[in-house]
T-cell receptor, first 112, second 116 residues
Framework: QKEVEQDPGPLSVPEGAIVSLNCTYSNSAFQYFMWYRQYSRKGPELLMYTYSSGNKEDGRFTAQVDKSSKYISLFIRDSQPSDSATYLCAMSEGGATNKLIFGTGTLLAVQP | GAVVSQHPSRVICKSGTSVKIECRSLDFQATTMFWYRQFPKQSLMLMATSNEGSKATYEQGVEKDKFLINHASLTLSTLTVTSAHPEDSSFYIC????????????FGPGTRLTVT
């Protein structure tokens, strides 16, 4: 079993739809949870960063962390074609090394 | 947000030669930088953790003599692929962690290496 599981998709939605992306994990020591967006042939861009459980909202993006269920989500409201990309969840225990463990990424296509 | 640059963005080299990739944190000092490798349609695979002023820590299965990492200053880390072979062709991405920030890492734009 992988430490972080993420549905690779692809996920295709119409413009304006609400998108839900999810990851599950097995390591209860993870404390820091991130969502990255990666366009083709580019480096990942940090979208959302959450410490421990709870919700965080930034514009059209909402990140949720449920540590009791070991489950994190990213919601995108009013999705746009420019949101089409691969979304990677990443987690870390923190500490000195701060190693990130990534999900496999979900490819999202928002159709105009 | 924090900015990380990489150079070159793309490099083509012949088998047997060495290639150096630079990673710079432009607006913050990074005591720790990370090097990843990404194959097409796959996620990022951590290769090594680079600490300023000390030896890099390599992940299991990564040859430290092949992938030389130097973190000479708080804003620069370099990855040298020595005696490159076609199987080393990949997308190499670095990231850096701002000081006194737990968890967050900011990524460079990546370097696409093609070994012919």
């Amino acid at each position: 079993q992988k430490e972080v599981e993420q549905d690779p998709g692809p996920l295709s939605v119409p413009e304006g739809a609400i998108v839900s992306l999810n990851c599950t994990y097995s390591n209860s020591a993870f404390q820091y949870f991130m969502w990255y967006r990666q366009y083709s042939r580019k480096g990942p861009e940090l979208l959302m960063y959450t410490y421990s459980s709870g919700n965080k909202e930034d514009g059209r993006f909402t990140a949720q962390v449920d540590k009791s269920s070991k489950y994190i989500s990213l919601f995108i409201r009013d999705s746009q074609p420019s949101d089409s990309a691969t979304y990677l969840c990443a987690m870390s225990e923190g500490g000195a090394t701060n190693k990130l463990i990534f999900g496999t990424g979900t490819l999202l296509a928002v159709q105009p | 947000g924090a900015v990380v640059s990489q150079h070159p963005s793309r490099v083509i080299c012949k088998s047997g030669t060495s290639v150096k990739i630079e990673c710079r944190s432009l607006d913050f000092q990074a005591t720790t930088m990370f090097w990843y490798r990404q194959f097409p349609k796959q996620s990022l695979m951590l290769m090594a953790t680079s600490n300023e002023g000390s030896k890099a820590t390599y992940e299991q299965g990564v040859e430290k003599d092949k992938f030389l990492i130097n973190h000479a200053s708080l804003t620069l880390s370099t990855l040298t692929v020595t005696s490159a072979h076609p199987e080393d062709s990949s997308f190499y991405i670095c990231s850096a962690r701002p000081p006194r920030v737990a968890g967050e890492q900011y990524f460079g734009p990546g370097t696409r290496l093609t070994v012919t």
